[in-house]
């Protein structure tokens, strides 16, 4: 994998241990020779994590909409910005750029992003891996739910392994680069129409 896009929030929330896992995320990809494609702000965990990539030499693309270059503030010291025009546009041009994809602890917009992503790769549309860096158990109840689709017939089990999650970045990277997207199936299954 050469670049990663990163899911994060615009603030630091409650814990430490948020802005914590951000910045030695940003590091890891850096010191790894992973670009990071995120979107764009220097504030919040997306500020954390551009900061601490770029201290280690790494590049990080951001890419924001015009609507919230100024309310999320655009980190200006990025080693490319791509302005584009809306919420939809930032996460194509994101999936566009990047080989695969992680979610750090967030609010609605984070979970909605790595959301389509990962039901871009339910689909087919791509065979990238998704994953979620699962911070003092942050994501623990967004797992169960994938668990309870499942039991309920909302989601093969093929696909909900599909999501890659660990609570260490290193560990997190590891599964990443051994990722094997399983063969197309239908989504639909025809007995049940």
């Not at 990047?98 to 967030?106: Q, S, V």
């Not at 992503?117 to 549309?125: D, N, R």
């Amino acid at each position: 994998m050469k670049r990663i896009a990163v899911f994060c929030g615009s603030r630091m929330g409650n814990s430490p241990q948020y802005k914590e896992a951000a910045s030695v995320l940003g590091s890891l990809l850096a010191k790894e020779g992973i670009d990071i494609v995120y979107g764009g702000a220097s504030v919040g965990t997306m500020g954390a994590l551009a900061d601490s990539a770029l201290r280690e030499g790494g590049k990080v693309i951001g890419v924001i909409p015009q609507m919230l270059e100024q309310r999320e503030l655009s980190h200006q010291g990025l080693s490319e910005l791509l302005v584009v025009g809306s919420m939809h546009e930032r996460k194509a041009k994101m999936e566009e750029l990047a080989d695969g994809f992680i979610a750090l602890p967030g609010g609605p917009g984070t979970l909605e992003e790595l959301a389509e992503v990962f039901t871009w790769a339910q689909l087919g549309a791509h065979r990238k891996p998704v994953a979620l860096l699962n911070v003092d158990h942050y994501y623990d109840h967004f797992l169960n739910l994938f668990v309870h689709m499942q039991k309920e017939g909302f989601l093969e089990e093929s696909q909900r392994s599909m999501l890659i999650h660990d609570n260490d970045a290193a560990a997190l990277l590891a599964g990443m680069r051994s990722y094997q997207p399983p063969h197309a199936a239908p989504v639909i299954d025809r007995s049940q129409t």
